[in-house]
Structures are given as structure tokens and as C-alpha cells.
T-cell receptor, first 114, second 115 residues
Framework: GDSVTQMEGPVTLSEEAFLTINCTYT??????LFWYVQYPGEGLQLLLK?????DKGSNKGFEATYRKETTSFHLEKGSVQVSDSAVYFC?????????????FGSGTRLLVRP | DTEVTQTPKHLVMGMTNKKSLKCEQH?????MYWYKQKAKKPPELMFV???????INESVPSRFSPECPNSSLLNLHLHALQPEDSALYLC??????????????FGPGTRLTVT
């Protein structure tokens, strides 16, 4: 079945460091791919998305490129801030009956130190 | 407006109680979702409503009963829950048009504790 694999956390960085969170997926066809972020005590917020191969999603300095050849959707940011500390979920969407569902990775906790 | 609201924010209930969680969106979305999230885990899909009809039930126990009274509202009725049902319950919504997949917008969740 479809699945998403994320790198284990926590990832601890100093402020202004470069961030990469790896995400790979297994799926038939061409799913849409998403990154969601969850701040402590809150729900999930959509960070960015890509709907087809070679698409690059970007938002708030974060970027991810849909790589079909490596089945990957790695999240990157050039300079992290303390406020980026959160849990990041990679997800893919699949059609199911008349609707669709999100399949999430296990999440990667990011801690940014001042 | 990309907001999904959920009430209450916190809920403590005994195993014999009946309570309801509420979710509302005014984005014109016709698909709405309930998820359950345990600590340090990703959300798990429970139910999907499409055009006010239940389209997906992920084998959820009958002590959870969803309801979609109209296109803006989604309820989750709770009865005879177990302590292991304690979790964050998230509601989400999305557009739904044939052949297109749209992102889901999540509410802040209801933190449920079953005593």
C-alpha cells in the first residue's frame, strides 16, 4: 500500500542553520504531496504542496520539490528561526471511493536553538 | 477566510457520559474529515463526509458517531468511551471537485480526556 517515510527526529539546529527534512514515498501513480506543520498545542497547518513531478512548492522560506525519479519530497529552508520549532509531517493524497485521504509520515520534530 | 473552528478546545468526560465535538467551516468546502491524533503520532483518519454523505469510515468503533447536518457543520458524538480514546481530535475540510485533489485545512483540535 501507499506509505510515507520521514527521517527520525528530533532535529536540533542553531538559528540561521540550513534545514533539510527527508521524505520519501511509496505509491502507485502520481499522488499529490504535502508538507504540514504542527506547532505545540495546535492543529496542522498546510506549509506547501506539489501536485505533479518537478513541481516546487514554497512558502515562508520553505521549499520542497516533487522528485518522481527518487520518489522524494524533501523539505528545505536556508535559514531557520526559533519560531520554526514544530513537528513537520510529510503526506501524500490518494483517491478513495468518492473522496480522498491523506497518508502521513510519522512526523519530524524540529528544535531550533537561539 | 481559511479557518476551521472546533469546540470545545478541551473536554474531560467519564466513560458513561455522552458528549459531542463540533466543527465548522465557511469556505464552501464540500468534504469534511475527522482525525484522531495520539501524542507524538501523525493524525489517523476516522471519517470522511462528501457532500454531507458519509463516504469513508475507517472501521471506527460505534462509540464514535459522526453527523454532518449541513455543508458547514460536522459533529462527532461520543458515548461510552474508553480511556484509550483520549487524544486530540482534529477536524479538516477541503474542496472537492471531480478529478481534482485539494489540500485539507485543519482546525485547532479538541483535546479529549476520558477518565
Amino acid at each position: 500500500g501507499d506509505s510515507v517515510t520521514q527521517m527520525e527526529g528530533p532535529v536540533t539546529l542553531s538559528e540561521e542553520a540550513f534545514l533539510t527534512i527527508n521524505c520519501t514515498y511509496t505509491a502507485t501513480g502520481y499522488p499529490s504531496l504535502f508538507w504540514y506543520v504542527q506547532y505545540p498545542g495546535e492543529g496542522l497547518q498546510l506549509l506547501l504542496k506539489a501536485t505533479k513531478a518537478d513541481d516546487k512548492g514554497s512558502n515562508k522560506g520553505f521549499e520542497a520539490t516533487y522528485r518522481k525519479e527518487t520518489t522524494s519530497f524533501h523539505l528545505e529552508k536556508g535559514s531557520v528561526q526559533v519560531s520554526d520549532s514544530a513537528v513537520y509531517f510529510c503526506a501524500l493524497s490518494r483517491t478513495m471511493d468518492s473522496s480522498y485521504k491523506l497518508i502521513f509520515g510519522s512526523g519530524t520534530r524540529l528544535l531550533v536553538r537561539p | 477566510d481559511t479557518e476551521v473552528t472546533q469546540t470545545p478546545k478541551h473536554l474531560v468526560m467519564g466513560m458513561t457520559n455522552k458528549k459531542s465535538l463540533k466543527c465548522e467551516q465557511h469556505m464552501g468546502h464540500r468534504a469534511m474529515y475527522w482525525y484522531k491524533q495520539k501524542a507524538k503520532k501523525p493524525p489517523e483518519l476516522m471519517f470522511v463526509y462528501s457532500y454531507e454523505k458519509l463516504s469513508i469510515n475507517e472501521s471506527v468503533p460505534s462509540r464514535f458517531s459522526p453527523e454532518c447536518p449541513n455543508s458547514s457543520l460536522l459533529n462527532l458524538h461520543l458515548h461510552a468511551l474508553q480511556p484509550e480514546d483520549s487524544a486530540l481530535y482534529l477536524c479538516a475540510s477541503s474542496q472537492e471537485l471531480a478529478g481534482q485533489i485539494y489540500e485539507q485545512y485543519f482546525g485547532p483540535g479538541t483535546r479529549l480526556t476520558v477518565t
